[in-house]
């Protein structure tokens, strides 16, 4: 049993998607996985606890109850080195089995460490599907959440460079995500002016998320800051056969990503443009690897993790390191 913890309720977070997901595709690989609060996890219940959140982590570090730890926390990269926020998941990830980021270049980042490994984020391929048949004329789409570090101006997702690329290509654009977008945009009042702009910023359950990626053609995400590279929503529009316009730092390929450079206006511009004028073959080729992107591909590699651990924890991660070279490689997935 590999419970893994929880923030909040099942819902819009990333984290709590992701923990969703790992517990639905690890329990089809024969792990018997829960899902509970800290206050629920026992000593020497389990062999090791799958934990979400440095802060939890090091409490799970305090009551002696072995723990892998993955990094989902931006904020690392928005404060610094010299910052509480990392030093706690240095910490964590120190005082880890082995921990995961899933975003590369957190690897060199965080170089005071041996124990961080990268693991693909992934997509659930049989709910995000392709409609046969796309919209006629294109469409944007961004799903985000706005904001940073408690400031919903700071414009992290890059939502002026999409309505300015859409207004300049006249092309109609969708935002959607929590009321945190509201915000942002009560603060940005001047990007409500585009009228082929659509705001959807009342919390849409996954089925009308599903909904909307399938009436979108295009998605754009210049965003300037994530933990996740590929984040969720990229995997999302992936299996959804929607190319991308996006900013990627990472080596796995993702077809139909069009990757950006650096997030603004212009360079939106100029991939939405590169997209349509190869859109049908980008689309049939994304078609044909969608399914490499599942969590239950992701999954496999994981539970090869929990496994070497399982074996050969006791004798450190150099030696996990070196026994599971071909498991804990930097770009397994």
């Given amino acids: 049993m590999i419970p893994i913890k929880p923030v909040g309720q099942m819902g819009w977070g990333a984290v709590e998607k992701i923990t969703r997901e790992y517990q639905s595709s690890l329990a089809k690989l024969g792990h018997e996985v829960d899902i509970r609060f800290i206050n629920d996890v026992k000593t020497g219940e389990h062999e090791f606890v799958h934990v979400h959140m440095g802060n939890l982590a090091l409490e799970l570090g305090k009551r002696g109850i072995p723990y892998v730890f993955s990094l989902h926390d931006h904020h690392t990269e928005h404060y610094g080195k010299s910052s509480y926020c990392f030093k706690h998941n240095l910490e964590a990830m120190k005082g880890s089995i082995f921990s995961i980021t899933h975003a590369e270049h957190l690897l060199e980042y965080f170089n005071e460490t041996d124990k961080l490994f990268y693991l693909s984020h992934g997509v659930n391929t049989s709910f995000f599907t392709p409609v046969q048949e796309k919209p006629d004329g294109h469409r944007l789409l961004m799903v985000a959440n706005n904001g940073l570090a408690g400031d919903y101006g700071i414009d992290r997702k890059g939502f002026r460079y999409g309505v300015e690329a859409a207004k300049a290509l006249d092309l109609p654009i969708t935002i959607v995500g ?49 933990a996740g590279h590929p984040n969720l929503t990229l995997m999302e529009a992936a299996s959804c056969c929607i190319p991308m316009a996006a900013t990627y730092f990472g080596t796995k390929k993702i077809t139909g990503l069009f990757e950006l450079a650096s997030p603004n206006t212009e360079l939106v511009i100029e991939k939405v443009r590169e997209i349509m004028s190869v859109y049908d073959a980008t689309v049939r080729d994304m078609a044909g690897v969608r399914d490499s992107y599942s969590w239950d591909c992701v999954c496999r590699t994981l539970s090869q993790m929990y496994h070497a651990v399982s074996a050969f924890h006791h004798l450190g991660s150099e030696a996990i390191r070196v026994k599971y070279a071909n498991v804990y490689e930097k770009t397994t997935i």
């Fill in 178 to 226: 929590t009321d945190a977008n509201q915000r942002f945009f009560d603060l940005n009042r001047d990007l409500l002016e585009y009228p082929g702009l659509t705001v959807v910023a009342n919390n849409p359950n996954e089925d009308e998320l599903l909904k909307i990626y399938q009436s979108s053609t295009i998605f754009v995400h210049p965003s300037m800051l994530e």
